[in-house]
């Protein structure tokens, strides 16, 4: 998984160590990895296939299970299970066309949630034992412990909800509705956001084994991909036309206790050209990535530079190393570490503004790499143009967003939608022209998107130093 976005005061945590305070978008998670934010704190996470996981303020999440596929401890596909520790969070779990399922569980307090094919749900855990509520799709509930009045088993569907009984579970009822939150627009927006950039898809990942991350979008949508000849697709960012740009110039080194210091590139494309594939510097070109067979660099155990041939005179990236205890004689005692190493440690190489113009790499129209003459790729669909009404809204009287020439958003009754290939979720409190009265939430709303904060810890841990 990745941290896709941060919006306001997110920590990491892995154990008891804080790994970023504040925490850094693009940075790779691994299994057992907490994400806390705080009363203005949001958090996106993306899974390789696609799911989504969003925190809104004031929820703690944990990673408990995250193997891969064909991963010793998992099955034959893969396995993850997510634990909604606190607050409140939204699940979008993509389903599988061929082949065997990829489990996601959410467990939350003493039930655990599993999704049959794409579902979209909310789970809210602001009154114990909890709340759920599936947008779009079908999961399966089971619930329960001494504790809590018996156990729980239940099947819902698109446009139910329940709210769990704490003194009797078996007597928890099912309705038939789901029941707005101010936190519903927020995650409308995100998917909005999303679907758009899965409209400029060019192609290029679609016959690699992780075409379905989501991260593929910040590429296509920062950058132009390239069909060279015999070399396969190089893509670069706009900023490369920049002489003085290259790959490590902007960003943090964050320390990992499995990893050691590992990138987090502070770009919004910056994820995946940091964890496979090759950067080259191209004479007449400038930098390019080549994403190779998508092979992450921790399946090695290891982080490394991903720099394969650099221009005359390059300075590779300098990886921090943690500060050991010496004896006299200028050996580790013990090998043990002094105070720990610093958690972030900022690097910002980028040519400083106010001197003299830097040369720029000709992008317009055909260019060489590797001695080959080619032309920037173009989206397989155009980006969706909608007629001015907020993005997210639902339109019950029509069948999709006017827009001459765009990719039709289609909605269903209950909220739905797919847009560029990628289902979407539009809450029916966002009334399209105002034809529809506004649902009242169930939390004071808030500006900026999003609602107002609830109640709940964002989880324990000790504070770190910030950036």
Same mark, same amino acid.
């Given at each position: 998984?990745?941290?896709?976005?941060?919006?306001?005061?997110? $920590?990491?945590?892995?154990?008891?160590?804080?790994? +970023?305070?504040?925490? !850094?978008?693009? /940075?790779?998670?691994?299994?057992?990895?907490?994400?806390?934010?705080?009363?203005?704190?949001?958090?996106?996470?993306?899974?390789?296939?696609?799911?989504? #996981?969003?925190?809104?303020?004031?929820?703690?999440?944990?990673? =408990? !299970?995250?193997?891969?596929?064909?991963?010793?401890?998992?099955?034959? &596909?893969?396995?993850?299970?997510?634990?909604?520790?606190?607050?409140?969070?939204?699940?979008?779990?993509?389903?599988?066309?061929?082949?065997?399922?990829?489990?996601?569980?959410?467990?939350?307090?003493?039930?655990?949630? /599993?999704?049959?094919?794409?579902?979209?749900?909310?789970?809210?855990?602001?009154?114990? %034992?909890?709340?759920? &509520?599936?947008?779009?799709?079908?999961?399966?509930?089971?619930?329960?412990?001494?504790?809590?009045?018996?156990?729980?088993?239940?099947?819902?569907?698109?446009?139910?909800?329940? &709210?769990?009984?704490? +003194?009797?579970?078996?007597?928890?009822?099912?309705?038939?509705?789901?029941?707005?939150?101010?936190?519903?627009?927020?995650?409308?927006?995100?998917?909005?956001?999303?679907? =758009?950039?899965?409209?400029?898809?060019?192609?290029?990942?679609?016959?690699? %084994?992780?075409?379905?991350? @989501?991260?593929?979008?910040?590429?296509? +949508?920062?950058?132009?991909?390239?069909?060279?000849?015999?070399?396969?697709?190089?893509?670069?960012?706009?900023?490369?036309?920049?002489?003085?740009?290259?790959?490590?110039?902007?960003?943090?080194?964050?320390?990992?206790?499995?990893?050691?210091?590992?990138?987090?590139?502070?770009?919004?494309?910056?994820?995946?050209?940091?964890?496979?594939?090759?950067?080259?510097?191209?004479?007449?070109?400038?930098?390019?990535?080549?994403?190779?067979?998508?092979? %992450?660099?921790?399946?090695?155990?290891?982080?490394?530079?991903? #720099?394969?041939?650099? *221009?005359?005179?390059?300075?590779? @990236?300098?990886?921090?190393?943690?500060?050991?205890?010496?004896?006299?004689?200028?050996?580790?005692?013990?090998?043990?570490?002094?105070?720990?190493?610093?958690?972030?440690? +900022?690097?910002?190489?980028? %040519?400083?503004?106010?001197?003299?113009?830097?040369?720029?790499?000709?992008?317009?129209?055909?260019?060489?790499?590797?001695?080959?003459?080619?032309?920037?790729?173009? *989206?397989?669909?155009? $980006?969706?143009?909608?007629?001015?009404?907020?993005?997210?809204?639902?339109?019950?009287?029509?069948?999709?967003?006017?827009?001459?020439?765009?990719?039709?958003?289609?909605?269903?009754?209950?909220?739905?939608?797919?847009?560029?290939? $990628? =289902?979407?979720?539009?809450?029916? =409190? $966002?009334?399209?022209?105002?034809?529809?009265? &506004?649902?009242?939430?169930?939390?004071?709303?808030?500006?900026?998107?999003?609602?107002?904060?609830?109640?709940?810890?964002?989880?324990?841990?000790?504070?770190?130093?910030?950036?």
């Amino acid at each position: 998984m990745r941290l896709s976005s941060v919006e306001g005061q997110v $920590r990491i945590l892995q154990g008891t160590q804080v790994l +970023a305070d504040p925490a !850094l978008a693009n /940075t790779p998670l691994f299994e057992g990895a907490q994400v806390l934010t705080s009363g203005d704190g949001r958090a996106e996470l993306e899974f390789e296939d696609g799911s989504v #996981v969003r925190l809104s303020p004031n929820s703690s999440l944990m990673l =408990a !299970l995250l193997r891969g596929q064909g991963s010793a401890g998992g099955n034959a &596909a893969g396995d993850a299970e997510i634990v909604l520790q606190s607050g409140l969070g939204y699940f979008e779990l993509q389903g599988q066309s061929e082949g065997p399922p990829r489990p996601i569980r959410v467990r939350f307090g003493d039930s655990v949630v /599993t999704a049959d094919g794409s579902t979209v749900l909310r789970v809210n855990l602001d009154n114990p %034992p909890g709340e759920l &509520a599936i947008f779009s799709g079908n999961a399966h509930l089971e619930s329960g412990n001494s504790q809590h009045g018996g156990a729980l088993t239940l099947d819902l569907h698109g446009g139910e909800s329940v &709210a769990l009984n704490g +003194a009797d579970l078996a007597g928890s009822i099912v309705a038939e509705s789901v029941e707005p939150d101010s936190w519903d627009t927020w995650n409308s927006d995100r998917d909005q956001l999303l679907a =758009a950039e899965a409209t400029a898809k060019t192609g290029a990942a679609g016959n690699l %084994p992780d075409s379905n991350n @989501p991260a593929w979008g910040d590429l296509d +949508a920062n950058g132009s991909w390239y069909s060279v000849p015999g070399e396969g697709s190089i893509w670069s960012p706009y900023e490369a036309t920049n002489a003085g740009w290259e790959p490590y110039g902007n960003g943090n080194w964050m320390w990992t206790p499995r990893f050691g210091y590992i990138w987090v590139s502070d770009d919004a494309w910056g994820y995946l050209p940091y964890q496979y594939g090759t950067w080259n510097f191209y004479d007449d070109f400038g930098w390019g990535w080549a994403p190779g067979i998508c092979q %992450p660099w921790w399946g090695g155990g290891r982080w490394f530079a991903n #720099v394969g041939i650099p *221009p005359h005179g390059y300075r590779p @990236p300098m990886r921090p190393h943690p500060m050991l205890p010496r004896s006299g004689g200028g050996r580790p005692l013990n090998g043990a570490l002094a105070a720990g190493p610093h958690p972030i440690v +900022a690097v910002n190489r980028l %040519p400083q503004g106010g001197g003299a113009a830097l040369p720029t790499h000709t992008r317009y129209g055909p260019v060489t790499i590797g001695g080959r003459l080619v032309q920037p790729m173009r *989206p397989l669909s155009p $980006r969706p143009l909608y007629n001015g009404s907020a993005a997210g809204a639902v339109n019950r009287s029509r069948s999709a967003y006017a827009g001459s020439g765009a990719p039709v958003v289609q909605h269903s009754a209950s909220g739905s939608a797919t847009a560029g290939g $990628r =289902a979407v979720y539009a809450p029916s =409190a $966002r009334s399209s022209g105002g034809s529809q009265p &506004a649902p009242s939430y169930s939390r004071p709303s808030g500006g900026g998107g999003g609602g107002g904060s609830h109640a709940g810890s964002g989880g324990t841990g000790s504070s770190g130093p910030h950036r």
